[in-house]
């Protein structure tokens, strides 16, 4: 797209959410929130931070238990160091311009685009003419997420990459067929960095760790008590060679590589750095001395997200607060997009 205007000249947003659940694992943790985190301490950049809602109810879901889950997914944020004061925390169903937006952002994106999305594929599993219509659009409602706040930066994991792209794309569509020259909307830079950014399963060092998988021995999650992070560790699947001296030799051995890349995440190193202290030793050291680390690390979190948890009236007031923020953001991008494309309202 040759002519596609990529002057965007707006201020640095930064932007991320994650699917409501109880359950935020050391993935979420090292891929995503910890970037945030990080992200939130520069001044020059306004941060929001919501919670999925509407992508939630893409797949079956229990409406009695929904709030709750978005509650307890704005307690581990702010557990894991989201500070309130300084970032916007949110439900994404709070603010319809998202809604509004996505409808656009479906008569922009290709059908092909959305052919493309892997994410669906795996999700749907095989008979996928019995998805919702919302799994497959997904990645748009996504994209307004982004492009309602005009956001320039998004703190993902690697498995966000695929809807990160199609999001450009979106915004790119947009600003070739209506900018008139001018870009209305960011070609938005994903944020995937860091040994953390894919965390593996620790019974299957091939597939990513998740909320979805049926053994809880496969992830930790942040409220997991310092026993249980330790059994879990002591449980993960290795092999039997110790660990290498460089990060070529971890190539074919998925699960010593995992925890290595977990180890690094944890302990702000790189692979190599950890290497350069375990290498040549077994998982016998290995294992112990990566448990104090996470234990080290998660425990603070766990006890600060027990303490929020029970205090419901405090983390919808943060919610609340969040909300009329965003709204205040997002409402007049969503009624510029509209006079643009020429809608009455
Ligand atoms: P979700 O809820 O699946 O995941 C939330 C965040 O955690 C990261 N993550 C991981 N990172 C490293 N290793 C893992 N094993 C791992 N598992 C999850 C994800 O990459 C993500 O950053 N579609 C999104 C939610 C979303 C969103 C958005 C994100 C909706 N609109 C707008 C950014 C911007 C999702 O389902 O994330």
Redesign the pocket.
Known sequence: MSDTPTDYKGPQRV?????PTGRL?L??Y???LKNWVALQEDPTRECFYFI?DM?AITMPHDPATLPDTVRSAAAAYIAAGVDPEKSTIFAQSAVPAHAELAWIFNCVARLGWLERMTQFKDKAGKDKERASVGLFT?PV??AA??LVYKATE?P?????KQ?LELCRDIAARFNRDYGKGEAIFPITEPVIQGP?????SLRDGTS???KSDVSDNSRINLEDDADMIARKIKKAKTDPEPLPATVEELEGRAEASNLVGIYAALTNQTKAEVLGEFGGQGFGAFKPALADVAVEYLAPISDEYRRLISDKAEIDRILAKGAERARAVAQPVVAETKKIVGFWG
């Open positions: 932007l991320s959410g994650m699917q694992h993935g979420n090292l891929g995503a999925v992508h997904y409602l996504q997420d982004i998004v993902v994991g690697e498995d966000q809807h953390g950014a894919r965390i593996m990513k760790m998740s």
